[in-house]
Each structure stands twice: as C-alpha cells, then as structure tokens.
C-alpha cells in the first residue's frame, strides 16, 4: 500500500476554516485519496474521496494538487464537533478490500 | 443512514473463555470487515466477507475465527481468548461497487 504522511496533529478555531493536509508521493495511477475521522470513542466515519479532480460534499472539500502526490481535506467552517483524528488513505479500488490506517492527525477546535 | 450496530460497546472476558462479538449492518451490503483497533498500531484488519458463507484472512487473522449465515451478520469469535487480544473491535460494511466503509461504534474487550 502507498503510505500518507499527515502532521501529528494540528489546532483551529470555531467558525474558521480548517485545511487538513495529506501528502503521498508514491501514489500509483489507480489509486483513490479516501479521507475517514474518527471522534471519540466511536468507529471512524467516511467523509470524502476523490481521484484527480476536486470534490465537495456536505462535509467537507478535498482539494487534489495537479500530480496527485498531495491534497488537502477542507472544511470550510470548523465547529467543536470536528474535533476529531482524521485519517488520509490509498485505495486502489480494484485491489485489496482493506483500508490501511495511519496514525492520522489529530484536531483540535478552540471555542 | 447506513447503520452498523455491535453487540456491545464494553466486554471483560477471562483468559480461555470463548468470545463472540457480533456485528450487524441494515443496508443490504455485500462486504462486511473486522478490524482491531490499538494505540501506535492503527486499524488492522482481522478477516472480511464479500458473501454469504465468504470469507477471506486480513493481516492478523490468528487466533480469530468469523461466521457469517446470513448477508445482514458477521460475527468475530475468539476461540480462546488471551491477555494480548484486549484491544477495540470494529466492525465495518461497504456496498459492492461503493467506495465507502460505514463502521460500527466498536466493542472495547478487555481479556483478564
């Protein structure tokens, strides 16, 4: 699996935008950036995934750089409930069933 | 919403007893997974089901059994179970030809 490499953790106030980034290099062709979080002490939630172009959904933004070895999970306005440790993954989707979590990075919300 | 329930979120078990974890999923979904969750290691992933009566080893499937008779239920079964399986149980869903997994809120055995 190509691995990410995420910041260990990053802090943000309310009501401002939060820019997450993720950078994975070895990316091959058919791989989808998949982006999960994880609140506390529950199972971790999809958010959003994207291939080579931008994405929006009511969650959040994913912004893909032109050679694909980076992108950058958006959300626009950050409450206390993003507080959260979100995880930046590679999936080929035609290859293992698995997701292959890393360490993520964790986010803090200031009110 | 996709909703993927477990059977509990909180189990002390002792040493050699026979655990079952169950995981439940109402969305009709094909792929069914068992991860384990452990501080500095991440989620790896135990054994997963594409099908009824299917399944197929993940990266740690030693000591670990699973059981799934019908599409909705996937069950995890430690055989007998030791100190070094405490850990958090997730289990997660995905539709065939979808992207995304839904998991449930996890089970946090402890083994004593």
């Known amino acids: 699996d190509a691995k990410t490499t995420q910041p260990n953790s990053m802090e943000s106030n309310e009501e401002e935008p939060v820019h997450l980034p993720c950078n994975h290099s070895t990316i091959s062709g058919t791989d989808y950036i998949h982006w999960y979080r994880q609140l506390p002490s529950q199972g971790p939630e999809y958010v959003i995934h994207?291939?080579?172009s931008n994405v929006n959904n009511r969650m959040a933004s994913l912004a893909i750089a032109e050679d694909r070895k980076s992108s950058t999970l958006i959300l626009h306005r950050a409450t206390l409930r993003d507080a959260a440790v979100y995880y930046c993954?590679?999936?080929?989707?035609?290859?293992?069933?698995?997701?292959?979590f890393g360490q993520g990075t964790r986010l803090t919300i200031n009110p | 919403d996709v909703k993927v329930t477990q059977s509990s979120r909180y189990l002390v078990k002792r040493t050699g007893e026979k655990v079952f974890l169950e995981c439940v999923q109402d969305m009709d979904h094909e792929n069914m997974f068992w991860y384990r969750q452990d501080p500095g290691l991440g989620l790896r992933l135990i054994y997963f089901?594409?099908?009824?009566?299917?399944?197929e080893k993940g990266d740690i499937p030693e000591g670990y059994s699973v059981s799934r008779e019908k599409k909705e239920r996937f069950s995890l079964i430690l055989e007998s179970a030791s100190t070094n399986q405490t850990s958090m149980y997730l289990c997660?869903?995905?539709?065939?030809?979808?992207?995304?997994?839904?998991f449930g809120p996890g089970t946090r055995l402890t083994v004593t």
């Open positions: 993954i590679l999936r080929d989707f035609q290859g293992a069933q698995k997701l292959v």
């Open positions: 994207g291939l080579t």
């Open positions: 997660a869903s995905r539709g065939q030809g979808r992207y995304e997994q839904y």
């Open positions: 089901s594409y099908d009824v009566k299917m399944k």
